[in-house]
């Protein structure tokens, strides 16, 4: 149980245009997505906090205009990068709480990542 | 201000050998804390939860500490194999409204035949 699934697991795109990555929990419903971005070699970094029906968080630093989320089911949540320069170029990784486990401690379950080579 | 420091940075062993990986944290409040494994190009996945009345807690060959007192964790790896080679990753979860995670740098294992 609990498994996450991204779409697509890499993307090489050309500098200027968009790209759309799709997040999705699999097996149950998650009212509540994360995105991170990580860097070669260095750990994990919050993005964002996706909220079912509502507006996402976003971390300080982060660009909301640039980096769009939707979570627009309790199973899906997608995150595009808009106008995507070679900076953008990143592993982006999705996580999803599985509310109906009590005593999980607001464990996240990950998704397998994404590999944006931006051009 | 919330800090995960995960040591050593890297490490390399032979096949079969054991390892200890460390982590020492400054979050608070303290909710719980997870060491995850990270294969390249892949999401982290869970290896253990601890809370804060938890020592010990094993996965197999992994077995991970705790010592609330020193905030400090470490994870042991016990005759390890090659498909241990991956990155370690110590999250510790603040208690508040959000339970949102602090990420320690990891430590990329490298496990040699």
């Known amino acids: 149980g609990a498994v996450v699934s991204q779409h697509p697991s890499w993307v090489i795109c050309k500098s200027g245009t968009s790209v759309k990555i799709e997040c999705r929990s699999l097996?149950?419903?998650?009212?509540?997505m994360f995105w991170y971005r990580q860097f070669p070699k260095q750990s994990l970094m919050l993005m964002a906090t996706?909220?079912?029906?509502?507006?996402?968080?976003?971390e300080q630093g982060v660009e909301k205009d640039k980096f769009l989320i939707n979570h627009a089911s309790l199973t899906l949540s997608t995150l595009t990068v808009t106008s995507a320069h070679p900076e953008d170029s990143s592993f982006y990784i999705c996580s999803a709480r599985d509310p109906s486990r009590v005593l999980s401690y607001n464990e996240q379950f990950f998704g397998p990542g994404t590999r944006l080579t931006v051009l | 201000k919330n800090q995960v420091e995960q040591s050593p940075q890297s490490l390399i062993i032979l096949e079969g050998k054991n390892c200890t990986l460390q982590c020492n944290y400054t979050v608070s409040p303290f909710s719980n804390l997870r060491w995850y494994k990270q294969d390249t190009g892949r999401g982290p996945v869970s290896l253990t939860i601890m809370t804060f009345s938890e020592n010990t807690k094993s996965n197999g060959r992994y077995t991970a500490t705790l010592d609330a007192d020193t905030k400090q964790s470490s994870l042991h790896i016990t005759a390890s194999q090659l498909s241990d080679s991956a990155s370690y990753i110590c999250?510790?979860?603040?208690?508040?409204?959000?339970?949102?995670?602090?990420f320690g740098g990891g430590t990329r294992l490298m496990v040699k035949p």
């Open positions: 999250v510790v979860s603040v208690n508040n409204a959000g339970n949102m995670l602090t």
């Open positions: 996706s909220n079912e029906g509502s507006k996402a968080t976003y």
């Open positions: 097996d149950f419903q998650a009212t509540t």
